[in-house]
Structure formats: C-alpha cells, structure tokens
C-alpha cells in the first residue's frame, strides 16, 4: 500500500489531503492569508504532513515558475516523504481540472487546458502532440485580461467617461461605483496607494455584470472580456487541445460571463466546461502517478514540477 500526499498552496490558505489505495485517510488545512514563501511556508507543510508519513508528496504552490529555487528548496526540503515533488499550481490545477487519471499523467500527460479565471486571468494546458504551456498570468498592470482586476477597472473607466461627458461612458456604472466604492476622485485616490489594487478592481467586476443586463456599456465590456479569456485558452491550447475546463469565481457554471466565455471559445474551436476537480484533486492525482513513475518531460518543464527522491 502507497500513501501519497497533495498539498495546494494559495493565497488564501494551504491544504492537505492523503490518499491510500484511492481512499482519503486524512484532510487538513492551514487557512490563510499565507505569505508565498519558501522560509514561511515550510513550517506550515512540516506541521501539516507531521502526523501522516506519505510515500509520496507533491505540493502545488503559486508562484514557484517566477520564484524558483527561493520558494522551491525550502519546500523539498521541509518534507522527510521518500519521494517529493514542488510544481506550480498551474499543473496541479490542469490535472484536477480535465479529471485525469495518475495513469493518463504519466502515459502521456493528457490533453486539453485548465482556464483559471479569477481576480486575474492564466490558463494551462496543451497536448502530447503540441507540448504545453502557460499563457497570460501576467498581473493586473499588464496582462490577466478578462479577469476581474480588467473588468472592473473598464468599468471603473467607463465610469469615469460618464463623469467627464466623454464617448464610452456609462451613467449606470457611474451609480454603482458611486454606491459601492465612493465618489469617483476618492476612489482614484485610495486606488493608486493600495498594495491590493487588483482585489479592489475585482471587486467592481460584479457591478458591471449586473449593469450588463440593461447597460450596452458594460455589456460590450463583459464580452470583450469574454474574447480574452478565451483568446488565453487558446494559446495555451496550442492546435492539440479543444477541452477547456473552467475554473474561478467569476466564471461560475449559470452566470452572463460564463455564457459569453463559451460562446466566444466555441468561435475558437474550443469546448469550455466546468473544470472536473480543484488543484488539490490534481496534487493528490499527481502524487499517485509519481508513486508508479514520472509524467513525460514536456509537461515536468512547462508545469515548473521538481522531483526529489
């Protein structure tokens, strides 16, 4: 019998499953804000696994393809499991997303793309064929378009126009910004010294939403958005993947963006669906596969994924 071990490290917490024979024999979590470091979170991974002895741990965490050996090492290092494996989350996310099977992981890594749409916008994925990749991702000053942080700064813009008067303007979201946030130069102002500009950009999102049934405005910036994402599905879907599987709040299953997201990925040649499983499912599943050997290189690079033995 094999004890393995996933663990998804996030923002808002980190969590911990193990798993004998397909069976869950434990699940804990050390809830968050978590800083996204190698010196603080290897104490919270050495208390987590401390009562559990796997075999094999992976632990998919945020941030380790941009901060390499800083966060990676103090993590490898932390667990005492005979076989340990740090990957990005993005990895584990695109395995618990398609639902794939530890043996579809190490025949051949799968096919299709997890779409992580959220505060920001990144998706993974690829195929055999094509290899994988990572696409957008990029922060709210530069990139995540179509994620929350670009909604609801254009609508924060389209505001602002309805304001001066000019083209572009929306006095629905003129209201609601009014309502929700303040007054326009005050909400400018707290704006540009916040550390957590892109959390209160997102915030805004589910206002344009709302004005979106009623306002032509924010209905054009809702399916401009939709055309991001999708375009970001699809760089990452290269030309070997059609399957997209949907993850994050503001794409919940039912919701206007999530209808406009399949519509525009169907126009790309893309199938979207709710993703099957969440990156812990894709830890625990990742972790199973390296119990019984390695995922094919390709997709150990493009996922940032480490194996200590």
């Not at 490898?76 to 395995?95: E, K, M, N, W």
């Not at 946030?181 to 892109?198: F, I, K, M, N, Y």
């Amino acid at each position: 019998m094999t004890l393995v071990a996933g663990i998804d490290v996030g923002g808002s917490g980190v969590r911990a499953r193990a798993v004998c024979d397909g069976r869950v024999v434990a699940e804990t979590s050390a809830p968050g804000p978590v800083r996204i470091s190698g010196a603080d979170l290897a104490p919270v991974i050495t208390e987590l696994l401390r009562p559990l002895s796997p075999d094999v741990v992976v632990i998919g965490c945020a941030g380790v393809a941009t901060f390499g050996p800083a966060l990676r090492d103090p993590l490898l290092a932390a667990v005492t499991a005979p076989r340990v494996a740090v990957c990005s989350d993005l990895l584990t996310a695109y395995a618990g997303g398609l639902g794939l099977t530890a043996g579809a992981l190490r025949e051949d890594g799968g096919a299709g793309v997890v779409l992580a749409a959220g505060t920001g916008a990144v998706a993974f994925g690829g195929a055999p064929s094509t290899g994988w990749r990572r696409a957008d991702g990029w922060g709210h000053l530069l990139g995540d378009d179509g994620g929350g942080g670009w909604i609801g700064r254009a609508g924060m813009r389209a505001a602002l126009r309805a304001v001066d008067g000019r083209p572009g303007g929306s006095a629905p979201l003129l209201e609601l910004l009014r309502a929700r946030a303040g007054e326009p130069a005050a909400v400018v102002a707290d704006l540009t010294g916040r550390a957590d500009r892109a959390g209160v950009l997102a915030a805004f999102a589910p206002s344009v939403a709302e004005a979106a049934a009623d306002d032509p405005v924010a209905a054009s910036i809702l399916a401009e958005a939709a055309g991001h994402l999708a375009d970001t599905a699809r760089a990452a879907a290269g030309s070997g993947a059609r399957d997209v599987a949907v993850t994050g709040n503001l794409v919940r299953p039912g919701g206007r963006l999530a209808g406009l997201l399949e519509r525009a990925c169907r126009a790309r040649g893309l199938e979207a669906r709710a993703g099957a499983g969440t990156p812990l499912d894709g830890a625990v599943t990742l972790a199973s596969a390296l119990g019984r050997g390695d995922v094919p290189a390709a997709l150990a690079e493009a996922g940032a994924l480490t194996v200590r033995d």
